[in-house]
């Protein structure tokens, strides 16, 4: 997964990882890449080429180390990988590269088995994901917590006033399992008391059902579908709006959007699973409900907007301190102690 023009936040975390090792101490001299999503026979070629180039690559070019994103298709070609001698393999998991219980992905997992327990390192996005890794007969001396490549500076800054916005917003993919209509439905609660408006940001395969809700419902509410965006608009639009909305559904790998969302000062409230729960407090720098319970959505965010101005501004400064821990350099720098090590045992 790489991003593309058409596709831009595709794999936005994969670039980001790259672009943060051109500068440093360990180089990539060498990349293997999809680019942007693809579809039907442009999908099938992509990862015909792609398993080509990585057997080549891994077997007849100079390097030290593969780092390998997604360890689902992306392993395959690396069970012909025979001239490894000295090399190192490090592993990034994402989430659904682990969680993903379908037939196809348990099977993958199965045929990449050896390869996963045999890596020298293996990085997860957060805590959530070590037991499910040492279930699988990971060693746990050999996984490492990085959460996908941290925050970047240059995009997701503080720079929003105290003052209300009187808006709110989603961002992610637009897909089942996101929690969307959950947050529609909750948002419908909240208008009827409360005049905000909804920023929804990403595209997906439910946007045409999701516009429909919106525009068959009585009143309309102010929602807004804004498509995808960059990352410098995307920072942008943060510092407009008073919350972030993660209502997923799903137990997902860290939500990185959250952390980005509080490096602008926006607190987040958040569904209670998956890795989200590794940083957002419930009271603290944001709130937290029952995945896809409309209600407590609902309650959430009318307990935000009643706080006090002086409460309101503790939870945003919390939310920066929050992100303080999870930005790029940090993150990077520790992710590089960690390769050295490989590199010097």
Known sequence: MYPSTKS???????????????????????????????KGIGRILS???????????????????????YI??????????????????VLNAHGTDIMDT???????????????????????????????????????????VSPSGGIDPMNFYHGKGSELRLVIGYLGRLDPGKGLSTLIDSFELVSKELQLKLEIIGTGSLISALQYQVENS???????????????????????????IFPSELPESLG?????AMACGVPVIGSEQGGILTYLENGKNGFTFEAGNTVQLADAIFDFYQLQPA???????????????????????RLNEQLNCLFNA
């Not at 579908?225 to 008073?242: H, K, P, Y």
């Open 47 to 69: 990862y015909c080429w792609f398993f080509l180039d990585v057997f080549w690559k891994s077997n007849f070019m100079k390097y030290d180390l593969i780092y390998v994103h």
């Open 102 to 144: 379908g037939r196809a992905a348990t099977l993958l997992r199965k045929l990449n088995r050896r390869l996963i327990q045999h890596a020298n390192l293996v990085v997860v996005p957060s805590s959530f994901f070590v037991p499910k890794l040492e279930r699988m007969g990971v060693n746990p001396c050999t996984i490492f």
């Open 218 to 244: 009585n009143p309309s509410p102010q929602i807004s579908f804004l498509g995808v965006l960059s990352q410098q608009e995307i920072g942008e639009r943060l510092r407009g709006w008073d919350l972030l």
């Open 72 to 89: 689902q298709h992306s392993l395959l070609p690396l069970r012909f990988w025979w001239n490894r001698a000295n090399r190192k393999l």
């Open 256 to 260: 990185l959007v959250g952390l980005e």
């Open 311 to 333: 409460k309101r501004e503790h939870m945003s400064y919390m939310a920066l301190q929050t992100a303080e821990k999870y930005m790029k350099q940090k993150v990077i720098s």
């Open 8 to 38: 831009p936040s595709y794999g936005v975390f994969v670039s980001n990882f790259s672009e943060s090792f051109q500068d440093g101490e360990n180089q990539i001299v060498l990349s293997s890449l999809i680019k942007g999503r693809k």
